[in-house]
Structure formats: C-alpha cells, structure tokens
C-alpha cells in the first residue's frame, strides 16, 4: 500500500519473547493505529498514536505496548509473546481525526507465536 | 457506544446476479460508515463512505450502499457480481464524538461467487 509499510510481514516467536512490529509511513500523518485481525471479530484496536511521544489505549491493549519518537514510525511491542497473540496485524494512519478524512492501512504483519 | 453488526458471515452468489451485504450499526449520534474490502492475504481497501451527505453513496468497482436512519442500515449492493468480487467485507462506523477516529469494525463477511 503506498505510503505505508509494515515490517515484518511475517514472523514466528517463541512464547515469552519479546516482539516489535513496525509501521512505517511517507505520508505525514499525524494519526497512526495498531489493529489485530481475528476471525469472527474484524479488527480491533490495539493502540493509537495522535502525533510524536502521544499515545492511547484501544479496546485490546493488554500485554501490548507502542512507542512513537518520530512521526514516520509507530512501533508495536509484545513485551512477552503468548499463543494468544498469534494473530494478523494491521497499521493504519490518518490525515486527521474528522471522520469524513480517509484510513489507509499496511498489507499487514502474520505472527505466529508458538 | 457505537458498534456494527454484519447480518452474514458468508453469502454466496453466482457470477452476473445482484450482491446484498447486510449490516447494521448502532450509534448515538449521526455516525460516518465505511465499507471497507480484504481480499485473500492482502491488507484493507476502502470501499466507500457515507459522511452525512447524500445518503445513497457510490464505490469503487460498481458497489454502493445506502444509509437508512430509519432502519440503522447502511447495506452494500451490487446490481451484478464479478468473480473478482470474491473477498471479505467489513462494515465499519467510527467512534463516538470524542473518538470519531476510531474506527469499530463489524465481525466481516465474506463472499463467495460461482461461476
């Protein structure tokens, strides 16, 4: 997706391990999103990002975490994997918060954890 | 709180016939609704939107949907299916006021069209 990538596309881990999942973009967009993909429950926020170093809690938070130092990269931690965290992950960003203004989301991140 | 909900996990249709795709939202307060479409191991393509304005909204790829107050509907019809069609589609209404950008995904559904 243009303006957007997500690394890495896929990964397997360990249970216990720490995991970082980033989200790059050339847009310059001030709000940057975490989701997971689940089947039978769409997406669902993990965590937001409204600009640099201002973060909140989406509806699934527990045993993440997420930092942005620069505009352009949003990074999502595992702190300490579990099965339940296997899961697809998706990153978008927004021009603003008016929700008449477009998302555009990443091609996604397949983890894996065993 | 907003939430949606898609009627279908799966409708099936033949190549050439219509597409229905159901979904209705719950919302305090006049909503903005997404359709959004996730083909096979690809990330999510925006659809169309409806924003307050005409309440009968036109996508890319021939889709439209219309938004109904009355009925809290805002369904996704194509007069006739391609088999490119075939993927999974998400309903999604932002957020509350304060957190319209957020978006609320529906559970999905997905299509199946035969040749």
């Known amino acids: 997706d243009a303006g957007i990538t997500q690394s890495p596309r896929h990964k397997v881990t360990e249970t216990g391990t720490p995991v970082t999942l980033r989200c790059h973009q050339t847009?310059?967009?001030?709000?940057m999103y975490w989701y997971r993909q689940d089947p039978g429950h769409g997406l669902r926020l993990i965590h937001y990002?409204?600009?640099?170093?201002?973060?909140d809690k989406g509806e699934v938070s527990d045993g993440y975490s997420v930092s942005r130092s620069k505009t352009e990269d949003f990074l999502l931690t595992l702190e300490s994997a579990t099965s339940s965290q296997t899961s697809v992950y998706f990153c978008?960003?927004?021009?603003?918060?008016?929700?008449?203004?477009?998302?555009?989301f990443g091609s996604g991140t397949r983890l894996t954890v065993v | 709180a907003q939430s949606v909900t898609q009627l279908d996990s799966h409708v099936s249709v033949s190549e050439g016939t219509p597409v229905l795709l159901r979904c209705n939202y719950s919302?305090?307060?006049?909503?903005?609704l997404f359709w959004y479409v996730q083909h096979p191991n690809k990330g999510l393509q925006l659809l169309l939107k409806?924003?307050?304005?005409?309440?009968l909204v036109k996508g890319i790829n021939g889709f439209e949907a219309e938004f109904k107050k009355s009925e809290t509907s805002f369904h996704l019809t194509k007069p006739s299916a391609h088999m490119s069609d075939a993927a999974e589609y998400f309903c999604?209404?932002?957020?509350?006021?304060?957190?319209?950008?957020?978006?609320?995904f529906g559970s999905g559904t997905r299509l199946l069209v035969r040749p």
């Open positions: 409806y924003t307050s304005a005409a309440t």
């Open positions: 847009e310059n967009h001030r709000y």
């Open positions: 919302s305090s307060y006049s909503p903005s």
């Open positions: 999604v209404v932002t957020g509350h006021r304060d957190s319209s950008y957020k978006l609320i």
């Open positions: 978008a960003i927004s021009e603003s918060s008016r929700e008449n203004y477009g998302y555009t």
């Open positions: 990002s409204y600009g640099v170093k201002d973060t």
